[in-house]
């Protein structure tokens, strides 16, 4: 039983995932997700960044403070000010740890940072000793380690060691490894750096070339005892190696790889479904793990097989990664704590105001329709998380029609603050684009639509329409859900659901 080795599964959904673009997350989102990957069972979670802004700062400082069970960790660059202020929003976790960062390879020393090899060894080593006087879990990542010329590499993680540091992370920083290259490349430096025993060995794989996993998974053959990745995968660019697809690799073939992972499988698709409703980064059907067909056996053959006997062609077993067995049907006589087992088998965690709101939601629905599954839940939830606290702009009635070969026409009435504002347009292609000029005129908000999508949450023609909706202004993206049955008002909810973020960050700043 002890000759398993434990993999440190470090999760980065809140940092390098919040990087992808149009993925940005507010407080309250952040928190929401922290205390899923608590229970998902992450030993490590980067919150964040502190010294990229106030809000991620914020972000890093509540997490810390509130959220037990995982070591909490904040990144900073290799200078005191980075340092410092990292240390300032972690204090108050009861695990934290500093992540430092400095690049390392030939291109990066030579047009970004301009310095020598020298002064890069100094730098590394004066910011992990910094780090080392606040607390004594630190890592230390040579940026695009991978490029890095051999040698230098393993005289920069001998040095960080020996200043201090606890775990030296090797990151791909650009997606340029492929898995040879990294199981080597890990047993190069665990071979050649004499105080490597010190320090547990790091991996962080971007899939620019899709190699993320496998790469990882070479990675820990070679000796790596920590894989940094994300919840679906997301991240800068390609994304990151997928928390699901290693975590479930390693535990399918622990025949082979001999390793385990304090990951609480079960939470993996609630979780999944968790981060794809606060990114609105939908998951593709056929996506290992957690994609919609990831057990689906259509092939008669297959099919038939799987009757028989399972494991014929199923290597896994979907309520194992948290698949609900069936999915199960509320109604109108449902009561609150019904919902509340339903939210937290799907994956959310909800205050007991949140619960309130979508409860009322619910009650609602059970009047249009008769049997409510476990998507219109997930539609009626997310409503909620993307709504904002203070609803600036909301709908109070409109009229849209629609017709073949002639204007649209809209009439629409907001209410802001206690003042009605009613205004009627018969412009644009169509009532979509009418309701647009609408909105933009009754707010004096210029908005572009970035992108659109309408889906039936559920089976059914009374299905509800869940619109989602992103919107730039003024060089910013920002996002909106809305749900009805009526899809017309799905979107126009989606609509204000944006805009009202719009002016939440005009009131912030
Ligand atoms: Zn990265």
Redesign the pocket.
């Known amino acids: 039983m002890s000759d398993q080795r434990h993999i440190v599964i470090f999760d ?1 959904t809140l940092r ?1 995932g919040e990087q992808s673009p149009g993925a940005s997350m507010n407080l309250r989102e952040k928190i929401e997700i922290a205390e899923a990957l608590a229970e998902l069972g992450v030993d490590v979670m980067e919150a964040g960044f502190p010294i990229a802004s106030e809000g991620d700062f914020e972000a890093v400082r509540e997490i810390a403070n509130t959220v037990r069970g995982t070591t909490i960790c904040g990144l900073a660059r290799c200078n005191d000010h980075d340092i410092d202020r990292a240390w300032e929003a972690l204090q108050g976790a009861a695990s934290p740890r500093i992540h430092v960062f400095l690049a390392t390879s030939a291109i990066h020393r030579e047009f970004k940072l301009k310095m020598s090899r020298a002064e890069i060894v100094q730098r590394a080593v004066d910011g992990v000793r910094r780090a080392v006087g606040y607390c004594d879990n630190i890592e230390f990542s040579p940026e695009d380690a991978v490029r890095t010329e051999q040698d230098f590499l393993c005289e920069v993680v001998e040095a960080a060691i020996a200043a201090g540091a606890t775990t030296v992370n090797i ?1 791909d ?1 650009v997606g340029y490894a492929t898995p040879a290259h990294m199981g080597q490349t890990i047993a190069m430096v665990k071979n050649r750096v004499p105080n490597i025993d010190q320090a547990v060995i790091s991996i ?1 794989c ?1 899939n620019d070339l899709g190699l993320a996993v496998a790469n990882s998974l070479s990675a820990v053959e070679a000796g790596a005892g920590q894989i940094e990745c994300t919840i679906n995968g997301i ?2 660019r390609a994304g ?1 190696c997928s928390l699901e697809e290693v975590v479930m690799a390693l535990r399918t073939r622990n025949d082979y790889y001999q390793c385990d992972t304090e990951i609480n499988a079960r939470r993996l698709v609630p979780t999944s479904r968790l981060v794809s409703s606060v990114t609105g980064m939908q998951v593709q059907r056929n996506k290992a793990i957690v994609g919609r067909n990831a057990f689906a056996h259509e092939a008669g053959i297959h099919q038939d097989g799987m009757l028989k006997e399972r494991t014929t062609y199923e290597i896994m077993r979907p309520e194992d990664v948290g698949f609900a067995k069936t999915d199960l049907v509320l109604g109108k006589h449902s009561g609150r704590a019904a919902l509340a087992d339903r939210a937290r088998t799907l994956g959310f965690r909800l205050t007991a105001e949140q619960l309130q709101r979508v409860f009322f939601d619910f009650k609602e629905l059970a009047d249009k329709k008769k049997e409510i599954y476990d998507g219109d839940v997930v539609a009626l939830i997310e409503q909620q998380l993307h709504g904002t606290a203070d609803e600036h702009w909301k709908l109070v009635t409109y009229e849209i029609l629609s017709r073949h070969d002639g204007q649209p026409r809209v009439r629409m009435t907001l209410r802001n603050g206690g003042g009605d504002a009613t205004l009627e347009v018969t412009e644009g292609d169509g009532p979509i684009d009418a309701a647009f000029v609408a909105i933009e005129q009754i707010t004096g908000l210029s908005l572009v639509c970035k992108d659109y999508q309408v889906r039936s949450a559920t089976i059914g023609r009374d299905a509800q329409g869940e619109a989602s909706m992103e919107i730039e202004h003024e060089g910013r993206s920002y996002r909106g859900v809305g749900v009805s049955t009526d899809t017309i008002e799905a979107t126009l909810k989606a609509l204000l659901g944006a805009v009202n973020r719009i002016v939440d960050e005009q009131h912030a700043a």
Do not use: C, M, R
Request: glycine share 12%.
């Open positions: 980065t390098d990151p920083t962080h971007h991240g800068e990151n």
